[in-house]
C-alpha cells in the first residue's frame, strides 16, 4: 500500500445533533480508533454555506466537539479540531475549485435539492462545498472517509478529483518522488445497521434537524423522559413484530425502530426480531425506551459536563488543530511545488 493509511470525517456543525447523527456516523468514528489513525473535523466552514446565526455557530461547534469527546472518541490518541482553524483546508479548496469541472459540480444532486428552486439565491459556497469536502480528505491524504449514504457523490467527486490532479501535473508528481500519484483515491466506510436512522413521525423521512416536530427526533440532549416520550408517540402500525427481516418489507416505521433497537444494542436486525417477534409495539417500546436512556442518557449527561466548560473544548480543538495543521501544511507545502507557486 503506498499511501499510509488514514480515516478523515465531518460533522457540519448547525444544531440540533440527534440520534441519527450519533448512530449514523459518530459510533463508527468511535470504532475506526481501534484500527486507524483518524482525523475527525468539525466543518464549520461547510456549515456557513448556508446561512447561520454566529453566536448559534460558536455553540453548535462546540456542541458537536461535545458529542465527539463523549461519545468516546481520543482527541489525545487521535485528532478532533475545527476545519476553520486549519487555513490549508481553504487554500487548497481554491486549488480544487480549478481542478474540477463546472460540468462535475452541475452533476451534485445535494446542491439541486438544498439550492431548491431559487438557485441563483445560493451562495456560491454551496455551490463550491464539493471541493471543499475533497480539500478536507485530501489535505491529509486520508484513505478512508467514513460516510453516509447521502455523501457518496461527493466522495466519487474527491476521487476525481485525485485523479484529475495525479494526472495533470504527473512529470511534476513523478519528479517529487511520488510514483503513486500524489494523492490517494478515497474509499467509503458505510457503516452498520442504522446508517440511515428514519424520522420517529414518518418512516419513509430521515431523521432531520430541520423537521419542524421535535417528536420526529431524540436530540443528543434530551432527558431520559423525553427520550421516553418521544418513542411512546413514535408512529408504528397495528401488526405485530415480525420474527424475520423480510417481515419488515412495507413497514418503514417498524422497520425503523427494530434498526435502532439493533444499532444501540450492537445486535443485528434478525437477531433482534429473534427475541421479539410476535411482541406488540408496547412491549416492544418498553425495552426500547430502557435501552435507548440507558445508551444515551451517560452520552448526554457527558455533553452537558463538557459544555459547560467552553474553555476546555476550545483548548482541545486549539491542541487539535495545531496537530492537524503540521500535517495540512506538509501536504499544501508538496501541493505548491506541484502546481508551480513559488513559495520562501
Ligand atoms: N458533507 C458532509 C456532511 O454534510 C460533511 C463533511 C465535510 C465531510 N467534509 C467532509 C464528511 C469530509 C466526510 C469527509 O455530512
Redesign the pocket.
Known sequence: MAFKERV?????PTGNLHLGNYLG?IVNFVKLQATYECVY?V?DM?AITVWQDPAELKKSIREVTAAFLAAGIDPKKHIVFN?SQVSEHAELAWVFNCVARLGWLNRMT?FKEKAGKDRENASVGLYA??N???A??LIYR?TH????E??RQ??EL?RDIAQKFNNDFKPQIDAAGFPDGFFPLAEGLMSGPATRVMSLRDGSKKMSKSDPSDYSRIALSDDADAIAQKIKKAKTDPEPLPSEEKGLEGRPEADNLVGIFAALAGRSRADVLGEYGGAQFSTFKAALIDLAVAKLSPITSEMNRLTADPGHIDAVLADGSARAKVLAAETMAHVKDIVGFVRG
Open positions: 478523515f470525517s465531518g460533522v457540519q456516523a473535523c466543518v461547510h476545519q445535494q462545498y464539493p471543499l469536502m475533497a478536507d480528505i486520508a472517509v467514513p460516510i453516509g447521502d455523501q461527493h466522495l474527491t
